[in-house]
């Protein structure tokens, strides 16, 4: 069963202007690597594959819960949960 995975505007274009996708996978990680094949695009955008972590400018949240406070790319995931994806914000004076 694909678990859902939400999208930030600037990911859409590569999943074909698609707000959420479904992804397999029972780990966050799984999910993001099944992501990445079904759209390269978007590899290239989180660098997914490139570290055993996800990067700084990412935040990935399962169920409004920010991965990195859990067990990360480890994290476990079920059929009812949702991923969401979000560039990290920085700037202002």
Known sequence: MPVEVRLPTVLRQYADGATA?????????????????????????LAVGASTDIPRFVNVYLND?????????????????????????????
Do not use: C, N, W
């Open 21 to 45: 996708v479904g992804a397999e996978g029972t780990t966050v990680g799984e999910v993001l690597t099944d992501l990445s094949a079904r759209y390269p695009g978007i590899a290239e955008q």
């Open 65 to 93: 819960e920010d991965i990195r406070y859990l067990d990360r790319l480890e994290t476990k995931v079920g059929e009812a949960d949702v991923i969401s994806i979000m560039p990290a914000v920085s700037g202002g004076r």
